[in-house]
């Protein structure tokens, strides 16, 4: 049984940093492509970023660019969220999630982690 489950969260102030953590048990973690995902209140799910099997391969939404950071230590079964210049617009709920195959849909999710940041 595949689990994830994210920490790390919290509340900061505008302009702090955070880093999120998501490990990945139940099935070895290199067979995972990784994603972040975020949910703000009364908003739908919002893709935040993802990263390859290896660790080499990043991709981020625009919102987020240049201000967050993925990473993965395949030997920790972990993968991080680093994120910095935090605005209250990045308040919301952020999910962790694996994927075999990178088709976009991925095939498991952990329970969230809520992240608040105060102006």
């Known amino acids: 049984q595949v689990q994830l489950v994210e920490s790390g969260g919290g509340l900061v102030q505008a302009g702090g940093s955070l880093r999120l953590s998501c490990e990945v048990s139940?099935?070895?973690?290199?067979?995972?492509?990784m994603g972040w995902f975020r949910q703000a209140p009364g908003k739908e799910r919002e893709f935040v970023g993802r990263?390859?099997?290896?660790?080499?391969?990043?991709y981020y939404a625009d919102s987020v660019k240049g201000r967050f950071t993925i990473s993965r230590d395949n030997a920790k079964n972990t993968v991080y969220l680093q994120m910095s210049s935090l605005t209250p617009e990045d308040t919301a709920v952020y999910y962790c999630a694996a994927d075999l195959i990178p088709n976009g849909a991925y095939d498991y999710w952990g329970q969230g982690t809520q992240v608040t940041v105060s102006s």
């Open positions: 139940g099935r070895t973690f290199t067979s995972f492509h």
């Open positions: 990263i390859n099997k290896s660790g080499d391969t990043t």
